[in-house]
Each structure stands twice: as C-alpha cells, then as structure tokens.
C-alpha cells in the first residue's frame, strides 16, 4: 500500500477532500433512481445506441463527471502513476461494479470508498460508459519475460480474463496496465483473509515473486483497447479481479 506520507499519497488525499466539499452539496440532493446501476447502465446503452451525436453528448458530459478522476487516472483514462489502474477500454459494466463495490463497502481503499459513496447512480454510469469508450495506451516491459508471462497466462488466466485479456462484465480487462499496480493486485491476493478473499486468492498464491513479475510484463505489454461503444449490461455482476 502506498503509505499516506508520500507526495503521491498527499495529493490523492487533497484531491479527496476537494471532492468532498464541492460536490457533496450538489449530489446530497439527488434522489435515489428507484432503478439498479445495472439496470440504469442497460437503459442509457440502449438510448445511445448507435446515434452519435447522443455518443458526442455523453462523452462531453462524462469529461466533465471525470474531471476529478482524471487527477489520478488521467483524462483518457490512462493513469498518471504506475500505482493507480488505467480504466480505458475497460467494459463498462466491470467498472460500474467496481464503484458500486467500493460505495458498499465490499471493496475497500481510503480514497476510492468516500470518493464513490459521494457519486449518484447517474455519475457512475456515466463515468464507467466513458472511459470504457477510451483507448489505453500499454506502457513497456521488460521482453525477456513477456514470453514467459503469456506462458503462465494461458495456463492459469485464459479461461476467465479471455484472449488478450480483455475481459468481461464479470472479469477485469487485464492488457495494457501499469507492471508495477498488476504487482500490486497480484500480491494483495495473496495477502487476502476473512472477508476479502476471492477465486484470485488461491490462483495468486500459487506464484512466486518471478511469475508475477512474468505476469505484470506480459499483460503490460498486450496491445491497447481500441475505443468502442459498449454493450448492454447482462447477466450476473462482475467479480473483483
């Protein structure tokens, strides 16, 4: 964990607290939508469509709802620190869970958890829709890993991540991220008890130091997402990988 008295974690904190007073007052005064997230983020897919100009809209709007997010994760959602995940091109429905997760409590991190709890259920569909429409830019790695990482992933990820990792509404998209945070996931799967355990805690486990740093390249290194309009939400609700 990032500890809270480097610069990096300074300025989160900062950025927190800002979007706590300033936009508190304005959500605090929304009523709850009587429907699901799920079920709002499959309305609005649908009302989209394949008009654009609502597309151009929805993404002037979702600039505008990200633009606290963007301190961390950048404006295209490709982060600005190795820590922090990049959220373009990821599906739509996996990252409105995410939110969901941490505004509920079943998710837990000392910026993400206030930050969501403050978010409508119309911010976070809004915001999962537009960065899913991003495209994520795979920073480099190291090549004589990559190798062994794609090994390691076809044996052991393949069957939920997919091909190329991109993932699911259920399963994170895994390409393009940053070594150093896909490290970080990895090694706190292996350090998870009680509560946070997970299908991930068993297949973490299972590697050494030098397979997840063989994991971290390869998936580093995978090509980028190109921007797409997302799907309508179906089926169960993602889990957190």
Not at 82 to 96: E, F, K, M, R, S
Not at 147 to 164: D, E
Request: charged share 20%; glycine share 8%.
């Amino acid at each position: 964990m990032t500890s809270i008295s480097s610069p990096f974690a300074v300025c989160r904190w900062i950025t927190a607290l800002l979007c706590l007073m300033l936009l508190s007052p304005v959500w605090a005064a929304e009523p709850a939508p009587s429907a699901s997230a799920r079920e709002l983020l499959s309305v609005r897919l649908l009302q989209l469509g394949q008009d654009s100009s609502a597309w151009q809209a929805l993404l002037a709007d979702g600039k505008v709802r990200t633009e606290f997010c963007a301190r961390c994760h950048g404006e295209d959602g490709n982060s600005k620190e190795p820590l922090v995940p990049n959220l373009a091109g990821q599906n739509a429905q996996y990252l409105l869970d995410q939110v969901e997760r941490f505004a509920d409590g079943r998710r837990k991190d000392y910026i993400m958890s206030p930050l969501a709890r403050q978010y409508s259920r119309e911010d976070r569909v809004v915001v999962a829709i537009y960065y899913a429409r991003m495209s994520s830019r795979a920073p480099g790695a190291d090549t004589a890993r990559v190798a062994q990482g794609a090994a390691l992933y076809g044996q052991r990820c393949v069957a939920c991540h997919g091909p190329g990792a991109r993932g699911s509404d259920q399963f994170a998209r895994l390409a393009g991220q940053h070594p150093a945070y896909l490290q970080r996931r990895l090694e706190g799967f292996q350090a998870a008890s009680g509560a946070s355990l997970s299908p991930m805690t068993d297949i973490a486990r299972a590697l050494n130091d030098r397979q997840v740093e063989q994991f971290a390249a390869y998936l580093s290194r995978l090509p980028k997402a190109r921007a797409s309009r997302p799907k309508s939400a179906k089926g169960r609700g993602p889990r957190d990988k």
